[in-house]
């Protein structure tokens, strides 16, 4: 349908600019010497995700693997094809692009040229098949996600923490400097504007459910923003504000079609209290806290299903325990939620043992793809 074609190339066109916006959030953690060199790494690794996702990832996920099949749709430029694998590959870029912030410094950009296409077939496509397609033994199971909480969110956190964790003695001196607080608010601008088209995507079409979606997202914005700033009231200051946006984006993702407006604005609150204490708490290897704000955001809002999913708003009537007690639905989203840490922990530890075969380094031998 028409409709549905201009509503799908609408969102992405909406997305397509905050992709390129985290580079530049993440960049500007980075000391004066080391920008280039990261904008540099996370702009190849942008790019190789999107080589893979149009050669790899789409056939694999949504055409059951036949990717010679699939090339030949491909030649023919079908448009709702296009379009479908243009929105899809979106959440899949935005998803490797929060990871890549992890290693912001430490390694060159070759390292990202191998790794994302691996991480994407171990990790991104098992998740994105289960939980988003209708032979998915999740999805068939009832198990909530509606634009990524889990597949993009709780996968790409998880992930930063374990690579976090394993370059941990390759920790970069990066720090915030005022001058970056300027772009760094207009790539939070572009990012949360970006935002719609992530939250409505997911529908394919114009519908009732638009105008909810883009109310809670921007109810979740506020509340993950108010929850900063209960935490840090006594000394509030504009990265707390932009910090709190990040949070309640992330936080609306997996429920932003299923919630009414009171739980989103209950639960984006919490979450973005819970994550201020966090980051303020917590000490992890990671320059740009991507495993604290995606992957506790996106556990945070899948979890907020089990307790506060509308039946009135869910596609099958899945119920939340504020509602009814339904333990079909209890049981397959807490399975959605081990399988997305399970099979995340295990195609992430894979896919740094098959990157470490491959012995390419930066020049000068500064930053290698062996963890040395």
């Not at 991104?124 to 098949?129: D, I, K, N």
């Not at 001058?179 to 409505?200: E, H, K, R, V």
């Not at 945070?300 to 939340?320: R, S």
């Amino acid at each position: 349908m028409l409709s549905s074609l201009i509503f799908k190339l609408t969102c992405f066109i909406l997305m397509w600019p905050m992709l390129f916006s985290v580079p530049v959030l993440y960049a500007n953690a980075a000391p004066d010497r080391q920008v280039d060199q990261s904008l540099t790494m996370m702009t190849m690794g942008l790019l190789t995700a999107i080589l893979a996702w149009f050669c790899l990832g789409y056939p694999l996920i949504y055409d059951n693997g036949h990717i010679g099949s699939f090339w030949s749709s491909l030649l023919k430029a079908e448009p709702d094809l296009l379009a479908d694998m243009c929105l899809q590959g979106a959440f899949f870029i935005y998803a490797a692009i929060m990871f890549m912030g992890t290693l912001n410094g430490r390694v060159a950009w070759p390292y990202f040229v191998v790794f994302t296409p691996l991480w994407l077939v171990l990790v991104y496509s098992p998740l994105a098949y289960l939980l988003w397609t209708d032979q998915g033994i999740l999805n068939a199971m009832g198990a909530l996600d509606f634009s990524g909480g889990l597949v993009v969110h709780l996968s790409a956190g998880l992930t930063s923490l374990i690579l976090a964790r394993r370059y941990h003695d390759r920790s970069p001196d990066l720090g915030n400097r005022p001058s970056d607080l300027i772009p760094n608010y207009m790539a939070s601008f572009l990012i949360a504007f970006g935002w719609f088209g992530f939250n409505l995507g997911p529908l394919g079409d114009f519908s009732q459910q638009a105008p909810l979606i883009i109310s809670n997202t921007v109810i979740a914005v506020l509340s993950a923003s108010l929850g900063q700033v209960i935490y840090h009231y006594k000394h509030l200051k504009s990265r707390h504000l932009m910090t709190g946006m990040m949070v309640g984006l992330v936080t609306s993702t997996a429920g932003v079609a299923f919630l009414p407006l009171w739980a989103m604005l209950i639960l984006a609150m919490v979450s973005g209290y819970l994550i201020a204490w966090a980051l303020d708490r917590w000490s992890i290897h990671d320059p740009v806290d991507s495993f604290i704000i995606n992957g506790l955001g996106g556990l945070i809002g899948a979890t907020g299903l089990i307790f506060l999913a509308a039946p009135q708003l869910t596609p099958n009537h899945e119920t939340g325990l504020f509602f009814a007690f339904k333990p079909d639905f209890i049981w397959a989203q807490v399975l959605a939620l081990g399988l997305t840490m399970l099979i995340t922990w295990l195609g992430t530890h894979l896919t740094l043992y098959l990157c470490q075969l491959i012995p390419f380094s930066h020049k000068g031998g500064t930053f290698s793809c062996k963890n040395h």
